[in-house]
């Protein structure tokens, strides 16, 4: 008899439910979308009640598009953005509406919280990574200082896995990877206990963590009726989005790096060692739980086509004869040269995490001159997603001592050939893609969960199960003119620096005054 797990990979525009048999093959997908509410120039929120409607939703979608008996479901599991507060009351409630990781609204606070350690570079060595006003940690603050009461209030925060592994069970915790995106100790698996008190915040507030091969529990009545299931049907940990996306790409064995293209983007390396982040480069717990990833990641990368598209294609979207408006956008792409005629965009929509971790930089596109095009503006912003991975490859390769001559890409993103051929040439390297690889993340999800039903021994059993489908060589005739603009990309940074911070410290000010 066939078994399927429900996995839903829960991103920041929405959630996509996957049913995946335990061979790893996609059986039926569905898609949900969800608001993000920006209350202003630093904020970025969600309503947790959207994330569980979503995934209630999608769950009845996918067993009824495949005709699955919900009694061969034998799992489902989340795979979600990370970095997300939730505060809870003792009830089960949830206070006020989430605080996601586009929000960078607690720069003050980190800036504080790392000065109690004698600055970045101390408190890198103790915690693992520098803290920014994206981090949980600040945002917890944030929250103590300026929302007091409903802190006295909160029993605890969950992240985005949390609540949704809470609405499913009824048992509130933090899953070893999610965890580790905001004070965990990888050495020792558990919280950062001293660190978090010494930084101001309760640790009682702080919820039980469990693995991600671990069944929380089994699904209530309640949860299974929205969700079409039958009451009693395993949830296991999960995790956050990065880890499922590892284990869908199938780079789970030492050294092994992958790339991910979705409204944000990152390289993570898997590795057995626990080296310590720097620059906006952090390390967390894999799904293996004897593993770490090392990961560099940037805020915003799918989500800058995305924005691009809104701007310049509203016309084309509105065309009923134009059915993907980014595919239109790849063939239009790869009329422009590489290079765009020596045109460079900066992928900063909002703030940076790695290669440079700045919550004040923003996007600027530099050198344009009259005889250049909505198009050649176009391939800027892929060339400068493409600038933004080789920085973070260099610094994984030249810091942390892991090679990475073959860039494994998952992710929405990896579905446009042309980007993909764009990638390879900015970076040198060949570029491999999965089958589904949009939906790679929800897959590895539901692969972990099947290693936590026993139906494989380890992570190691799962290469296997992921197949290649395409792969990209680099064309060395490019080589000069990426070396020359990846060159001035970084340039940019440097030159533009403390003017993105004085005009922005100036915007996010008045922003919160509103």
Not at 211 to 218: A, E, F, K, L, Y
Not at 379 to 401: C, F, L, Q, S, T
């Amino acid at each position: 008899m066939t078994q399927y797990i429900v996995a839903h990979d829960v991103g920041t525009s929405g959630n996509k439910a996957v049913l995946v048999d335990t061979s790893g093959r996609v059986c039926a997908t569905a898609l949900a979308a969800y608001p993000v509410h920006y209350p202003c120039a630093d904020r970025a929120e969600q309503d947790p009640a959207d994330w569980w409607r979503a995934v209630s939703s999608t769950t009845k979608q996918v067993v009824e598009q495949a005709r699955v008996n919900p009694a061969d479901v034998a799992a489902m599991v989340h795979t979600t953005q990370m970095l997300g507060v939730v505060p809870m009351s003792k009830d089960g409630s949830h206070l006020r509406e989430a605080i996601i990781w586009l929000d960078s609204r607690a720069p003050d606070q980190a800036k504080r919280m790392m000065a109690r350690f004698l600055g970045p570079r101390v408190f890198a060595a103790v915690a693992g990574a520098e803290l920014s006003g994206k981090d949980a940690l600040p945002k917890l603050l944030w929250l103590k200082e300026n929302e007091p009461e409903l802190y006295r209030n909160m029993d605890c925060f969950l992240d985005v896995n949390g609540y949704l592994t809470y609405r499913a069970t009824g048992k509130m915790v933090c899953e070893w990877s999610c965890a580790s995106a905001i004070g965990f100790d990888l050495k020792k698996k558990d919280w950062l206990k001293g660190v978090i008190r010494y930084l101001g915040v309760d640790t009682d507030k702080f919820p039980p963590l469990i693995r991600s091969i671990d069944q929380v529990g089994p699904m209530t009545a309640a949860a299974a009726a929205e969700c079409g299931l039958l009451a009693g049907t395993p949830v296991y940990g999960g995790g956050g989005d990065v880890i499922g996306a590892a284990v869908g790409a199938g780079a789970v064995g030492e050294g092994e790096g992958h790339v991910y293209l979705g409204t944000s983007g990152w390289v993570a390396v898997t590795t057995a060692r626990t080296p310590t982040g720097s620059g906006g480069i952090a390390t967390l717990q894999a799904a293996d739980p004897g593993k770490s990833l090392l990961i560099a990641e940037m805020e915003t990368a799918g989500a800058c086509l995305r924005w691009i598209a809104d701007q310049f294609y509203k016309a084309e979207q509105a065309d009923p004869s134009v059915p993907n408006v980014f595919a239109l956008m790849d063939r239009k792409v790869s009329t422009i040269p590489p290079g765009s005629n020596y045109v460079v965009c900066t992928p900063w929509l909002y703030g940076e995490r790695s290669p440079v971790s700045d919550t004040f930089v923003r996007t600027t596109f530099f050198n344009i001159s009259a005889d250049h095009t909505r198009e050649h503006m176009l391939r800027a912003v892929y060339e400068g997603v493409a600038y933004n991975i080789r920085w973070m490859i260099d610094i994984i390769e030249k810091k942390y001592g892991f090679p990475l001559p073959v860039l494994r890409v998952v992710g929405g993103g990896a579905r446009g050939a042309p980007w993909m051929q764009i990638i390879a040439d900015v970076t040198g390297r060949r570029v491999e893609t999965v089958a589904n690889t949009q939906e790679a993340g929800a897959v590895g999800a539901a692969l972990t969960a099947a290693i936590g039903l026993g139906i494989y021994p380890d992570f190691g059993a799962l290469k296997q199960v992921v197949p290649l489908e395409k792969s990209f060589e680099p064309e060395p005739r490019n080589a000069k003119t990426y070396d020359l603009l990846f060159g001035a990309y970084q340039r940019l940074y440097y030159s533009l620096k403390s003017l993105y911070r004085d005009v922005n410290q100036v915007r996010f000010g008045v922003c919160a005054k509103e």
